[in-house]
Structures are given as C-alpha cells and as structure tokens.
C-alpha cells in the first residue's frame, strides 16, 4: 500500500477544533527551538516590535494584566519588568511552551496557566492590559476570543495585539502569503528539520485582513486607539480600548 501521506495545513486547520489540536501539537514539538525560529523568521526584528508594543502601555503602578498565547513568555517577561509592582497571567494552550516560560520568568508576580484563550479562568472587568504576541490569529474561534477579552477588560482598559497581517487587495494578499509560506517554510526546515511555520501562512489565510480585523474590533465593542505597521505592512501593532 502507498503511504499515508499528512493532510495540507489548510484542511487541518478548517474546523475550530482541528485548529485547536493543530495548534496544541505543533507548539508542543517546537516549544524548545520555538524563539530561535521566530527570531529568523522576523530577520531579528520580533524582539524589537515586542519592546515597542510594551512602550505603548500605559504607565500604571499596579495592573492586573494577561499575557494571552504567552508562548515562551517574551511579553509576560516584559510586563513584568514594566509593572513590578502589578499581577502578571501568562496564558497558553501549551504545556512544554509554559515550562520554558516559567524558566525564564522566575518572577513572585507572574503566574503561569495552561488554558485556552477562548475560556479564562478570569473574573468579568477585572483586567486592566490584555496582550498577545501573534496571539487572537490563533484562537480556534476569533470572536470567542474577542468576547472573552472584552468580558475581561475593565471598561477604558486595553488591549495591544502583534500579529502578522495581510492587505484586502486579493493580489497583495495573495503574493505575501505565498511568500511568507515560502520563507517560514526554509527557516523552519533549518530550524526544526520540518516546515511546521509554513502553519503561518496558512492561519493567516483564514484570519481577516486588516481592514476586516478592525471591524471585527469594533463589533466586540472596541475602539482602535493606534496602529503600527512594519516590514511593509507584514506585521503590525494594534492596540484596542474597551
């Protein structure tokens, strides 16, 4: 018989619950060489679009703030050390990803939590930062998530979000993704020895494009305060009040 061969990325990803497990599998296998990739595949630049979503907090002398998606914890690390003084979750779907966070993060202030993004155990209007580092992009349902930030935030509290995003033409849109496919593709290959962040791609095909993403903000019950872009409108910086 033939081998079985493993599905496109795209017909693993279709469902809410195929995400969900796509997500969880893929993040557990690449957990320990996860920040070497994304450093490559940002060509250096991710720790500095961290560092400047971070100055775009505002200076509060104890926040509750939630890390959602936190991965390895370069954000939560970073709130911790803006806010020393605050009360610091970090959230992620994967185990192996938190055990490197909770490594590097030996803070009495943070706190680390295996759950989804979509379900926090969390008390109604008792947030006042959420955050995520190519985060909502991955969340099994968008608009659950965004509910659950919503349902989080105190009211005038806010949200800053970095993601990769796409423009609405479909020709733009349709040339990044392949080239994003393509380069995330080889640095994974060298990283991992698989192409496992071709996966970017192929989530932010499903994911709306920036101008539908705004929308989608302002549906939840959000209002865009600033917008950053970068390597041309490849990655961006959002940050929503509620």
């Not at 954000?75 to 009360?87: K, N, Q, V």
């Not at 985060?135 to 998530?145: C, E, G, T």
């Not at 392949?178 to 994911?207: D, N, T």
């Not at 600033?226 to 009040?241: C, H, Y």
Request: overall charge neutral; hydrophobic content about 45%.
């Amino acid at each position: 018989m033939p081998p079985i061969l493993p599905l496109p990325i795209r017909e693993q990803i279709q469902t809410p619950v195929q995400k969900k497990y796509f997500n969880l599998q893929l993040f557990t296998r690449v957990a320990d060489e996860y920040d070497l990739a994304t450093r490559a595949m940002s060509l250096g630049q991710d720790a500095r679009w961290k560092h400047r979503l971070l100055e775009l907090l505002p200076m509060m002398a104890r926040p509750r703030c939630v890390d959602l998606a936190c991965g390895t914890g370069d954000l939560t690390l970073g709130l911790a050390e803006r806010y020393p003084d605050g009360d610091i979750l970090g959230v992620d779907l994967t185990g192996p990803m938190l055990d490197v966070a909770r490594r590097r993060i030996p803070h009495s202030h943070v706190q680390f939590v295996e759950t989804d993004m979509c379900r926090l155990d969390v008390p109604d209007q008792s947030v006042d930062i959420v955050t995520g580092a190519y985060a909502i992009r991955n969340a099994p349902v968008l608009d659950d998530a965004l509910t659950e930030i919503h349902r989080i935030l105190r009211p005038g509290a806010i949200a800053a979000f970095l993601d990769f995003s796409r423009p609405a033409q479909p020709l733009a849109s349709a040339a990044q993704l392949a080239l994003m496919k393509f380069w995330c593709g080889l640095v994974s290959i060298a990283v991992h020895g698989r192409p496992e962040h071709a996966y970017i791609a192929e989530s932010l095909r499903q994911f709306p494009d920036r101008i539908a993403l705004r929308s989608r903000f302002a549906e939840s019950g959000f209002s865009l305060r600033r917008a950053e872009s970068f390597l041309g409108g490849i990655t961006e910086i959002l940050i929503v009040q509620r």
